[in-house]
């Protein structure tokens, strides 16, 4: 492992200055990702922020009745936050739908969003991968691909986000609160994430002299139907081959709304909103759950090993939303 | 021998040392001055290393050397002095021989240095320019090379019997199929680890993830020219291995190497990526062809293995004997082909061949009852075997027709339904699956030594390992239920080069062999007490011949007369403070030759399939085992449940996977090599039945380490096709291949 030097931040302003300081020098909070890759050489930071002591890790109702999670919430305490399970019971199955309870319990929600792609070459440096080693060529189309991309992949990259978490944020819309040497803005989930395009080492848009403070919340939280489904080659503890995050309000058999989205098929959640409005003041059938599946993936190409991701989201997409309309509606 | 110690389900006598940290493996040691090694692996998969620059490496302060192909000491080279216990026949890997590489991740430089991060570090900095050379890694293109090994590191195929071709041809139900199980890798928790520490006047002292220390120890010697006495090889606990153990690997010939130049002691830790480095189970085709009468009695086997090996030794194992044990048939063909490729040597893993050919053996079989239209179950009833084609000997023991009875009324067989997809709730189709297995039940040569104290304390050793199976309970039970002492009393040690020759820890023969073994010690020291009982002044066991009496708590009675007895310590009074002490050779018994020992299972599996989505639960399994007299019926029914969990994952989860680009296995770490998790483990039930065996060992017992995984996964892949309908014949069996 290369040395590195450390420094605990004080405040969000100082670590916004050290950070922006240092090219070199990478936030720390969990570091249940960064470490991993750290000890293997994938990322190389000579100086560590700990950011573990900001006051960022309540979880407290917003003006316009949402829900803001301080970047520094754990993903345990996130799962298992009363406002969160009554609110977005969603959110909550999805952040416990990844990893294990010791992981949950050190990963922060900031974190997750901002965890680097599961792909095999990334993880190997004497593979080539464009998104570790700029240039260097992706391994992943022409080699092993089982895990990866289907949507939105480029010649150069065919990586996955590999977060359960941001695909249930994307449904629910959520909002990234940043702070950086210009002060504060928000990114919405879907513009957060990036696609590999020719730059595939960038996987989002928060710049790196810039810190999450926090994700809010819509009021809107679809707690009466809703679910995530993770397909995946295990019970627990692996990523997804095909996640899904399905949200309706219905009024009667008829759908108001329908929120989509799907992990594991593409550098971000992936979300169509012209393809969830072919649902709105549709009648919830097989029929109409499937014509939005096949909507949300057109366009899907297949590298070999993972032509089958295509046909299972299509599944599971519509066995998803079968089971947001047919959960018990809790009063 | 009924007792009154082996048999009952004790707690492992190591549990507490375990649970609480004091059990140390062998990366837990340490030395005073101790340095690191960190090993740098080949990028590519074959080729020549043109440079290989360490400059970098060295100028870090407190690295200390770094040992290439082209600094390392000039020992003996032959391949002689490489092989170990368990190499197969061909040339071994010779760590940093020369600059060429031969598989991917071969190890080409060690980093040692003041710190393990250090180490780490400066293996980032060694620069190696390569010539690449065009490899084959691809199995399914090389299978047309495949061919007969000179010689069989496994037992040769058997000669043919009967008229397979004429019988095939004329049977009235045939099938052809062909069943693919892929490379795995064993990835025991406990990472491959060595210390070795070099003493004044050339000895050394090794602490060694190994199955077998005198393994180790003789490699040493014979790789670095020493004297055997002069190596010392510790590992007194070892954190599984499942055969990944039974070779030294490399880091243990790394560490010497630099302990021995840098005169100090150096411990090299493999990293998980680095587990994926060397043996594995080798993928392995298998092609059938069955015939059968319309009443289902099976007329012809044609059975083909095509098994991975290195271009550099040649691995085989017994994939093709298993119709010869399983089944009753009078026309049967076999053979075992080798395809070998630029990668390292396969290497045994739990039930080598057992696993590969019996998954193979009782899928095809399964397809057969199928065509013929009979109950799997009923099948293997039909075509049971009375006697070992292969050998023409009859079984030691085989209550396999009691495991068929218990596992079925257990499991409710008898409510199936013989067409596929009869069962459904809700999305799942249910499935249930029938498979059979065996396993060898070996006995090997081993030596043990007893020792009991003045104070009634019991210690007996032999050099074997616990890797995990309950060596150390299960050799106390023995000892102590044959000299009469409480459990507590008696201390089994093991893992210590230095203690009685032993066979390596594998191939389910070690409470066959050690146990053995250490019975005949006892009774040995038995006949001392009774001795040294009858010195006692006015002796009730002064006529007494050792068939008078009975040893046990504590005390040796006469057992027409229970009353008179002479305590064990009263009889020890009479050694005069002399301990007894005795050692032993046991060999197998005699007359076993003329049986064919093997161990048996029957192995039932509730699957339920989501039909649109393909994932698959195995919500039952029961396991019924006869595998001779159970010493201890707790450990035994680990063993039979680690198989289960591992063979629902050989089914569903397990493949290394090469990318033929790189000529690399590419899912090197447990994130993407996926073993079961809690998650995917449902009820399962095991039975062990009773099977008294009189011909195996003096023990009557059989090892139980393999063969509860060996027809698991048929059963599953069996199962999954009576819920679906659909045959996948390529393990493992992931969701794709069903939707």
């Not at chain 1, 702070?179 to 513009?191: C, N, Y």
């Amino acid at each position: 492992m290369r040395s590195f030097t450390y420094n605990k931040a004080d405040d969000v302003a100082a670590a916004v200055q050290e950070v922006s300081a240092n090219q070199e020098a990478k936030f720390i909070a969990g570091g249940t990702n960064l470490l991993d890759l750290m000890k293997i050489d994938v990322m190389k930071p000579r100086h560590l922020i700990d950011i573990t002591h900001l006051a960022l890790k309540t979880i407290e109702e917003t003006e316009d009745g949402g829900l803001r999670l301080g970047a520094l919430a754990t993903n345990a305490d996130t799962a298992y936050n009363e406002q969160v399970e009554k609110r977005y019971p969603l959110l909550s199955h999805a952040i416990l739908a990844g990893a294990t309870g010791q992981l949950r319990n050190m990963a922060t929600d900031g974190g997750n969003l901002l965890q680097r792609t599961r792909c095999y070459y990334f993880y190997d440096t004497d593979t080539p991968c464009n998104k570790r080693e700029p240039g260097s060529g992706c391994s992943a189309i022409k080699g092993y691909n089982r895990d990866l991309a289907i949507l939105g992949t480029s010649e150069y990259c065919i990586a996955t986000h590999p977060s359960d978490m941001a695909v249930a944020l994307a449904a629910l819309e959520a909002k990234i609160r940043v702070t950086g040497p210009d002060g504060d803005r928000v990114i919405p989930i879907a513009e957060f994430h990036r696609l590999p395009g020719d730059t595939p080492h960038i996987d989002s848009n928060l710049q790196p002299n810039e810190i999450i403070t926090a994700i809010d919340l819509p009021a809107k939280g679809f707690a009466n139907h809703y679910t995530y489904m993770k397909l995946r080659d295990r019970a627990s503890y692996a990523f997804a081959l095909v996640s899904v995050a399905a949200a309706l309000e219905m009024d009667g058999d008829t759908i108001k709304e329908a929120r989509i989205a799907l992990g594991g098929v593409a550098h971000k959640p992936w979300r169509l909103p012209a393809a969830e409005a072919m649902l709105s003041d549709q009648k919830a059938t097989k029929e109409n759950f499937r014509m939005v599946a096949e909507a949300y993936l057109e366009g899907a190409k297949g590298y070999g090993h993972n032509d089958f991701k295509i046909e299972l989201a299509k599944r599971a997409v519509v066995r998803a939303l079968q089971q947001a309309l047919e959960m018990e509606v809790k009063s | 021998m009924i007792g009154n110690q082996t048999g009952k389900p004790v707690n492992r006598v190591d549990g507490r040392l375990k649970v609480t940290g004091g059990a140390k493996y062998a990366a837990e040691f340490t030395a005073p001055n101790m340095a690191y090694g960190f090993v740098v692996n080949s990028k590519i998969a074959k080729g020549k290393i043109k440079s290989i620059d360490t400059s970098k490496a060295l100028a870090l302060d407190g690295v200390l050397e770094v040992f290439t192909h082209e600094n390392r000491p000039g020992y003996v080279w032959g391949d002689k002095n490489y092989q170990d216990k368990d190499s197969p026949p061909g040339s071994p890997f010779r760590p940093l021989y020369d600059n060429e590489v031969q598989f991917s991740m071969q190890p080409i430089a060690l980093v040692v240095a003041e710190t393990y991060e250090l180490a780490r570090y400066g293996a980032i900095l060694v620069e190696v320019e390569y010539e690449n050379y065009s490899f084959d890694t691809d199995f399914e293109k090389n299978i047309k090379q495949a061919y007969i090994p000179e010689k069989y590191k496994s037992s040769k195929p058997p000669e043919p019997w009967g008229n397979p071709d004429e019988a095939l041809a004329n049977a009235a139900v045939k099938i052809e199929a062909e069943y693919s199980h892929p490379s795995e890798h064993h990835n025991p928790i406990e990472m491959h680890a060595s210390l070795a520490i070099w003493e004044e006047g050339g000895k050394l002292t090794v602490y060694d993830k190994i199955q077998g220390v005198q393994n180790s120890q003789q490699y040493i010697a014979n790789a670095f020219g020493m004297q055997q006495e002069d190596v010392h090889v510790i590992s007194p606990f070892v954190g599984g291995a499942f055969g990944s153990g039974l070779r030294p690997q490399y880091q243990l010939f790394l560490a010497v190497l630099a302990a021995r130049e840098l005169k100090r002691p150096v411990k090299v830790v493999l990293t998980r990526q680095q587990m994926f480095s060397f043996g594995h189970r080798p993928k392995t085709v298998q092609k059938f062809a069955l015939g059968a009468d319309t009443d289902g009695k099976l007329k012809a086997v044609q059975h083909d293995a095509f098994g991975e090996t290195s271009k550099f030794e040649d691995y085989s194992e017994n994939v093709v004997i298993w119709p010869g044990v399983l089944y009753n048939c009078d026309n049967v063909k076999v053979s075992h082909k080798l395809v070998a490729l630029d990668v390292y040597t396969p290497l045994d893993m739990r039930a080598p061949g057992g696993t590969t050919g019996i998954y193979g053996l009782e899928c095809a079989i399964d397809e057969l009852a199928y065509k013929a239209g009979v109950d799997p179950l009923e099948f293997r009833k039909m075509n049971y075997s009375e006697k070992d084609q292969n050998e023409g000997k009859p079984f030691s023991s085989k209550e396999l027709r009691e495991c068929y009875r218990q596992g079925a009324e257990k499991f409710g067989w008898e409510k199936r339904s013989l067409e596929p997809r009869s069962m459904k709730e809700g999305h799942n189709l249910i499935g249930w699956g029938f498979a059979q297995g065996a396993w060898e039940a070996t006995q090997k040569q081993a030596a043990a030594k007893a020792v009991l104290t003045t104070d009634g304390k019991l210690t007996v050793s032999c050099a074997t390992a616990d890797i995990g199976t309950g060596t150390y309970t299960v050799m106390s039970q023995i000892a102590a239920e044959t000299v009469g002492l409480p459990l507590e009393d008696v201390t089994f040690k093991l893992g210590d080069s230095s203690l009685p020759k032993s066979p390596l820890q594998g191939g389910s023969w070690t409470v066959s062999s050690v146990g053995s073994a250490v019975k005949l010690v006892c009774d040995k020291v038995r006949e001392k007490l009774l001795q040294l009982a009858q010195q006692v002044a006015n002796s009730p066991l002064a006529n007494a011949t050792l068939d008078d009496v009975n040893i046990e708590d504590g005390k040796i009675s006469l057992k027409n007369d229970p009353a008179k007895a002479v305590t064990i310590k009263e009889a020890l009074v009479q050694s005069q403070g002399k301990s007894i002490e005795e050692n032993v050779s046991s060999e197998p018994v005699e007359g076993q030759q003329k049986y064919s020992p093997y161990a048996h299972s029957a192995t039932f599996v509730e699957v339920k399939v989501d039909e649109d989505l393909g994932t698959v639960k195995v919500t039952r399994v029961v396991s019924a085992i006869a595998g001779g007299r159970i010493i201890n019926p707790k450990t035994a029914r680990s063993q039979i449940l680690g198989g289960v969990v591992w063979g629902i994952g050989a089914a569903m989860e397990e493949e290394t996977v090469m990318d033929n680009n790189l000529g690399r296995f590419m899912n090197h770490d447990l994130d993407k090599y996926h073993v079961p998790v809690n998650a995917d483990v449902h009820d399962i039930e095991v039975i062990f039945v009773e099977e008294k065996d009189d011909h195996v060992n003096p023990l009557g017992a059989k090892g139980l380490g393999e063969i509860g995984i060996v027809s698991v996964a048929p059963a599953i892949a069996n199962a999954i096709f009576h819920a679906t309908g659909k045959r996948v014949r390529e393990l493992p069996i992931t969701l794709d291949k069903l939707l």
